[in-house]
């Protein structure tokens, strides 16, 4: 199983924009916060492994 690893970049309603940081993109991954932590904002770092984000 692969790991990513992501910022967040905005949060707009019910979504979150997500910027992967492992690796050089300019896109962004548009993500329904109900599959994120409760507790993301704006610049928190995460982690994709599993089918799970969590906080790092």
């Known amino acids: ?3 990513w690893f992501y ?6 309603g019910d979504y979150a924009n997500l ?3 492992d ?3 300019d896109d962004l991954k548009l993500v329904a916060r109900a599959l ?3 507790e993301i904002m ?3 770092k ?4 599993m089918m799970q984000y969590e906080i790092i």
């Open 19 to 21: 910027k992967r940081t």
């Open 42 to 44: 704006e610049g928190t």
């Open 36 to 38: 994120l932590p409760a």
């Open 1 to 3: 199983m692969e790991t």
């Open 23 to 25: 690796m050089e993109t």
């Open 46 to 49: 995460l982690k994709y492994e």
């Open 7 to 12: 910022e967040v970049v905005s949060i707009d």
